[in-house]
C-alpha cells in the first residue's frame, strides 16, 4: 500500500527534477522592473533561518529579475507569523514588487485549523519552494552524558527549550524530544528560531535546534567553540518515503536511528505516524515564496523564471551550500507538486497531533 509519506516523497522527487525543466517565458512577457523596489515580507525576526535563506536569496533575485530591481527584505514577526501571513492574504496584486517568504511555521498552523489563522494558501502563487532539515544540539556536558550513557542518561534531566509555539514547527523537536523520553519544558513566545539559539548561548536553554541554514551559519561556531555539541539531524526522505540521513550532515545520525536505539522510542505506530506526517510536511519543502492573490501568470512567470536561473547559475552549487545546505530548490510545476505536499497531512495524524496538543501544552485548537 502506498502511504502518504512515499507519495510525498516520490512528488518531491519528481518536483525536483521537474524543476530543472520548466520552459523560460519569452522576454517579451516578462514585468520589467527597472527602478523598482520588491518588497520580500518575512513573517518572522532577522536572527533566524528564514532570515538567512531570504537574505541569500535577495541580490541573487535583484540580479535575476529583469530590470534589476532592489530587493528588500522586511521582517513582520508575531504570532509565530500568522500576523505576517495574514496581512499578506489580505494584500491583492498590484505591480509585481511584493512577495511573501512562507515557512514550516507558518504551514503548520494551517494544517491544524489554528483559529488565528486567516490565510490560504491555495490564494496564493508559489515561485520557489526550498528543502531544508534540521539539527539538534546539547551544551557539553549534557552531550557527554548522553556519549558515556545513551539516552536513558538524559532522562533524569531537566530541560528547557525555547520555543516558538507548539503550534510551528517546533512541534517537530517537541514531538521527538517527547519520544524519546525527555523531560523538557519549553519557553514559549519567542519571535525567530534564531531568538532560541540566542537562549541557549546565554545558558538559559539547554537543548536547542535549529534549521540548516541557521545550523550552518549560528551553530557551527559554537560547535568549533566547544559550547555546543550536534545530537541527531531530523533526516530527510527517500523515495520510498523512509526517513534517511540528511545529504547535509552525513555523519549525524537521522532521528529515526535515534528513536530505534532508544528504549521507549519507535518508528511504527500512531506517534511515529504523526511525526514523520509533520515533518514530511515542515521539512522537504521547508521555505516557500508567493506572489498574493491576483498574480497575472506574466509576473508569476517572471519570478518563476529568475528563481530558476538562480539555481541553474555555474556556482549555485558552491554559493548555497554554505548557507542553505544541500536540498532541492524547486521552481514551476516542481514548486506546485512541494506545495501541495507541505499543506495536507492525513486525519488521523492531524486529529493524533491536536489531541496530543491540548493534552501536553492545553493548546485547544478551535
Known amino acids: 500500500m502506498t502511504t502518504f509519506n512515499s507519495r510525498a516523497a516520490a512528488l518531491i522527487a519528481t518536483a525536483s527534477a521537474l524543476g530543472l525543466a520548466a520552459p523560460a517565458l519569452a522576454d517579451d512577457h516578462a514585468l520589467d522592473l527597472t527602478g523598482e523596489t520588491v518588497e520580500w515580507i518575512i513573517p518572522f525576526s532577522e536572527t533566524g533561518g528564514s532570515a538567512r535563506w531570504a537574505n541569500f536569496y535577495a541580490p541573487l533575485l535583484s540580479e535575476a529579475l529583469p530590470g534589476n530591481p532592489t530587493v528588500v527584505v522586511t521582517f513582520m514577526p508575531g504570532a509565530g507569523s500568522t500576523r505576517g501571513a495574514n496581512h ?35 490564494d496564493w502563487n508559489v515561485v520557489l519552494a526550498s528543502g531544508t532539515g534540521g539539527v539538534a544540539y546539547l551544551p557539553a556536558d549534557l552531550a557527554a552524558e548522553l556519549e558515556e550513557g545513551g539516552v536513558e542518561a538524559l532522562m533524569d534531566d531537566n530541560f528547557i527549550y525555547g520555543s516558538q509555539g507548539a503550534t510551528r514547527l517546533d512541534l517537530v523537536p517537541l514531538l521527538a524530544w517527547e519520544m524519546l523520553g525527555l523531560d523538557v519544558e519549553p519557553v514559549f513566545g519567542i519571535e525567530g ?150 499543506t495536507q497531512v492525513p486525519e488521523e495524524a492531524q486529529a493524533y497531533v491536536i489531541e496530543w496538543l491540548a493534552d501536553r501544552y492545553g493548546v485547544v485548537l478551535e
Not at 517568504?101 to 489563522?117: A, C, E, H, K, M
Open 88 to 122: 499578506f492574504q489580505g494584500l491583492s496584486y498590484e505591480d509585481g514588487t511584493t512577495i511573501f517568504g512562507s515557512s514550516g511555521s507558518t504551514q503548520f498552523p494551517y494544517l491544524l485549523n489554528d483559529p488565528r489563522v486567516r490565510y490560504e494558501y491555495g
Open 193 to 342: 528560531r534564531g531568538d532560541g539559539r540566542l537562549m541557549f548561548e546565554r545558558g538559559e536553554a539547554n537543548i536547542d535546534y535549529q534549521t540548516s541554514s541557521s545550523y550552518l551559519s549560528g551553530v557551527v561556531p559554537l560547535v568549533e567553540a566547544g559550547t555546543a555539541v550536534p545530537w541527531f539531524a531530523f533526516g530527510a526522505l527517500d523515495a520510498d518515503g523512509n526517513v534517511v540521513r540528511d545529504p547535509t550532515f552525513p555523519d549525524m545520525p537521522s532521528f529515526a536511528e535515534v528513536c530505534e536505539a532508544a528504549p521507549n522510542c519507535e518508528t511504527s505506530g500512531p506517534v511515529w505516524d504523526a511525526w514523520l506526517a509533520f515533518f514530511t510536511a515542515g521539512f522537504p519543502a521547508q521555505k516557500m515564496v508567493f506572489l498574493p492573490a491576483g498574480a497575472p501568470q506574466a509576473a508569476i512567470d517572471t519570478y518563476t523564471n529568475a528563481f530558476q536561473a538562480i539555481t541553474e547559475r555555474d556556482d549555485f552549487a558552491d554559493i548555497s551550500e554554505a548557507r542553505l545546505g544541500v536540498y532541492p530548490q524547486m521552481t514551476g510545476a516542481a514548486a506546485q507538486t512541494a506545495l501541495e505536499s507541505a
